[in-house]
Antibody, heavy 121, light 111 residues
Framework: QVQLVQSGAEVKKPGASVKVSCKASGYTFTSYYMHWVRQAPGQGLEWMGIVNPNGGYASYAQEFQGRVTMTSDTSTSTVYMELSSLRSEDTAVYYC??????????????WGQGTLVTVSS | QSVLTQPPSVSGAPGQRVTISCTGSSSNIGASYDVHWYQQFPGTAPKLLIYGSSNRPSGVPHRFSGSKSGTSASLAITGLQAEDEADYYCQSYDNTLSGSVFGGGTKLTVL
């Protein structure tokens, strides 16, 4: 069965960076784009960006451009999301989600369990 | 302020029918992009409920249905059950933002 397993919770200080991993199994890793979605405490879902597991392509939501980098490692079927210059407003649960339908009209059929990132001094 | 607008909350008694609206614009739903719906329970990841505006993934009860018209979409739940109490989110693609957008979420309370 398809599984997306994310790395554990992180606590970071303002200004630091965090890198969250998402290991995929149960399907051909390179067949589907991977997305990152975050959810601040008590808030809704926010799309952050998309990465091609084959590497070479990533696109980010305007809000995160310049601060986020999404990469993949086909040898371990793992995608990564690194967010820099962290501020308290970045405190959230970060999810990876596999995308169906390519680069535009996509939806998310499988989700990781989420990784809580807490930014606090 | 979410790009897609949902009511913050809806409620209904067991057995009743409720609908959740999702209003967008000409750059997302109105541009003929599909709407997808997710169900989320507290402390858990969202789960795909409806894709392609009106299709149910395997395992989703027929009580859940989706529709789309113009710049809006709706999720309908018939035969409401206590286990349906959750948060519901709509999602689409926006060609001005060149990315995915979500509604702000709707909390469903079963009375």
């Amino acid at each position: 069965q398809v599984q997306l397993v994310q790395s554990g919770a992180e606590v970071k200080k303002p200004g630091a960076s965090v890198k969250v991993s998402c290991k995929a199994s149960g399907y051909t890793f390179t067949s589907y784009y991977m997305h990152w979605v975050r959810q601040a405490p008590g808030q809704g879902l926010e799309w952050m960006g998309i990465v091609n597991p084959n590497g070479g392509y990533a696109s980010y939501a305007q809000e995160f451009q310049g601060r986020v980098t999404m990469t993949s490692d086909t040898s371990t079927s793992t995608v990564y999301m690194e967010l820099s210059s962290l501020r308290s407003e970045d405190t959230a649960v970060y999810y990876c989600a596999s995308g169906v339908r390519g680069l535009t009209d996509y939806y998310f059929d499988y989700w990781g369990q989420g990784t809580l990132v807490t930014v606090s001094s | 302020q979410s790009v897609l607008t949902q009511p913050p909350s809806v409620s209904g008694a067991p057995g009743q029918r409720v609908t959740i609206s999702c209003t967008g614009s000409s750059s997302n739903i109105g541009a003929s992009y599909d709407v997808h719906w997710y169900q989320q329970f507290p402390g858990t990841a969202p789960k795909l409920l409806i894709y392609g505006s009106s299709n149910r993934p395997s395992g989703v009860p027929h009580r859940f249905s989706g529709s789309k018209s113009g710049t809006s979409a709706s999720l309908a739940i018939t035969g409401l059950q206590a286990e349906d109490e959750a948060d519901y989110y709509c999602q689409s693609y926006d060609n001005t933002l060149s990315g995915s957008v979500f509604g702000g979420g709707t909390k469903l309370t079963v009375l």
